[in-house]
């Protein structure tokens, strides 16, 4: 945060650092006490006795469906899944020519093209797109990383859970009960979290009276950076690079001293460990123990030498440094990484995006003029040196 030495100055809140820009009622996260709660309940609870569809239906409506809400709920999702072919065309066209995130937020922003209301700022019409998105996300990704791998795409399977589909359209078999879970349990803790950069990115573009489309786009483009959701595949790919326990202090060091930000760890509000971390600890450990211990291991090292170095900053493994892990041990690629986060942020976005329209102000903030006061004489070109 960054102050004025005078108190007539006016402040500028760098990254809008601590400000709050809105109310909510959708999600809390308890930076000090390391808690997630989506609309009162524990993301623990969620994602031990829940599922995915009830978990988006209970953060866009605001309370847990009864059986014929749930039942319409995930029918409409399952009847909303399928995309136009001109999708599936333009992931098609894609292929090996852009990163995953590139083929997703371009397919989303093209998927507006086939839906007559893709202009309407109306609530009605929102929530009707926002539960088309909700439904469409996975089958998106599903085809990107099929299309990726050099595979043929697959069309939803409607006998499928929200997350079972998802692993089947992206890896070509049906998921067994633990990796079910295990994908249902991810998408639940990525579904929601706080006023984190790419839920506000979509809140300041539906508070300009846009699309839900629109907003998504917003939403996805900023979730690309690894300062956000991109820092998944990077955690992977470091403790990839390290690649054994007995090599993480010495690169650690080196990183440190190079200044670099070690991916995966920190957090803007998280100053303890992140909860959702400890989820996928425990699934990344269990998921890793047959085949690729020593990846768990090296990522412990690191985990133990940055606490060591940094707990005492407030820095700890957040969702990303873990998920990446357990992602790779499922069978999707790197680069699908960030993508599956937005298959579980989509209802986080939509949820907060048609909570903020029923009370909508434009944001609009302002930024303190540092530049040159003038006015300048204006020189013709051929005069400037
Ligand atoms: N490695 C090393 N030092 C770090 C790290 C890190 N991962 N994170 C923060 N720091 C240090 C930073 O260098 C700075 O030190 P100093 O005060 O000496 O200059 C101090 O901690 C504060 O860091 P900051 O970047 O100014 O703080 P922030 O609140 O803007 O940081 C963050 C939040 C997530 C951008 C940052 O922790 C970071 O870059 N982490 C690595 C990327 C990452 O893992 N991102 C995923 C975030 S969680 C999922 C999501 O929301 O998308």
């Known amino acids: 945060m960054e102050k004025s030495g005078n108190s007539a100055e006016p402040v500028v809140y760098r990254g809008l650092e601590g400000i709050l820009a809105a109310e909510t009622k959708v999600g809390f996260v308890d930076g000090q006490e390391g808690r997630l709660s989506y609309r009162g309940y524990d993301i623990n609870t969620l994602a031990e006795q829940s599922n995915y569809e009830e978990v988006s239906y209970l953060l866009i409506y605001g309370h847990m469906p009864n059986q014929k809400e749930y039942t319409e709920y995930v029918e409409r999702l399952r009847s909303e899944s399928d995309l136009p072919e001109e999708v599936y065309d333009l992931i098609r066209k894609q292929a090996g020519k852009t990163h995953p995130m590139t083929s997703l937020r371009t397919a989303v922003s093209y998927l507006a093209t086939f839906d007559v209301k893709e202009s309407a700022s109306d609530p009605e019409s929102q929530e009707v797109m926002a539960v088309k998105l909700v439904a469409k996300m996975p089958t998106l990704v599903g085809a990107i990383h099929r299309i990726f791998s050099g595979k043929d795409i697959l069309k939803p399977d409607r006998e499928l859970s929200y997350a079972a589909n998802f692993f089947y359209m992206s890896l070509g078999r049906r998921p067994d009960p633990m990796e079910s879970k295990m994908m249902d349990t991810a998408l639940i803790i990525h579904a929601d979290h706080?006023?984190?950069?790419?839920?506000?990115?979509?809140?300041?573009?539906?508070?300009?009276?846009?699309?839900?489309?629109?907003?998504?786009?917003?939403?996805?483009?900023?979730?690309?950076?690894?300062?956000?959701?991109?820092?998944?595949?990077?955690?992977?790919?470091?403790?990839?690079?390290?690649?054994?326990?007995?090599?993480?202090?010495?690169?650690?060091?080196?990183?440190?001293?190079?200044?670099?930000?070690?991916?995966?760890?920190?957090?803007?509000?998280?100053?303890?460990?992140?909860?959702?971390?400890?989820?996928?600890?425990?699934?990344?450990?269990?998921?890793?123990?047959?085949?690729?211990?020593?990846?768990?291991?090296?990522?412990?090292?690191?985990?133990?030498?940055?606490?060591?170095?940094?707990?005492?900053?407030?820095?700890?493994?957040?969702?990303?440094?873990?998920?990446?892990?357990?992602?790779?041990?499922?069978?999707?690629?790197?680069?699908?990484?960030?993508?599956?986060?937005?298959?579980?942020?989509?209802?986080?976005?939509?949820?907060?995006?048609?909570?903020?329209?029923?009370?909508?102000?434009?944001?609009?903030?302002?930024?303190?003029?540092?530049?040159?006061?003038?006015?300048?004489?204006?020189?013709?070109?051929?005069?400037?040196?």
Request: net charge positive; charged share 25%.
């Open 194 to 385: 706080g006023m984190n950069a790419s839920t506000f990115s979509a809140l300041v573009t539906i508070s300009t009276m846009a699309d839900m489309y629109s907003a998504i786009t917003s939403a996805i483009s900023t979730l690309k950076g690894p300062l956000h959701g991109g820092a998944n595949e990077r955690a992977l790919m470091m403790i990839q690079a390290i690649g054994s326990p007995g090599n993480a202090e010495k690169a650690l060091s080196e990183m440190v001293e190079r200044k670099e930000k070690i991916m995966g760890f920190g957090h803007r509000v998280y100053k303890v460990y992140d909860p959702r971390a400890k989820i996928l600890k425990q699934y990344a450990q269990y998921i890793t123990e047959k085949n690729n211990k020593n990846l768990f291991l090296t990522a412990n090292k690191i985990e133990e030498l940055m606490i060591n170095r940094f707990g005492s900053k407030g820095i700890f493994p957040n969702v990303d440094f873990y998920s990446g892990m357990v992602y790779s041990a499922l069978g999707f690629k790197t680069e699908i990484f960030t993508p599956i986060f937005a298959v579980g942020r989509i209802s986080g976005w939509v949820a907060r995006s048609l909570e903020y329209i029923q009370d909508n102000k434009l944001f609009r903030p302002k930024a303190k003029y540092v530049g040159e006061k003038g006015p300048l004489k204006y020189k013709p070109i051929n005069e400037r040196d």
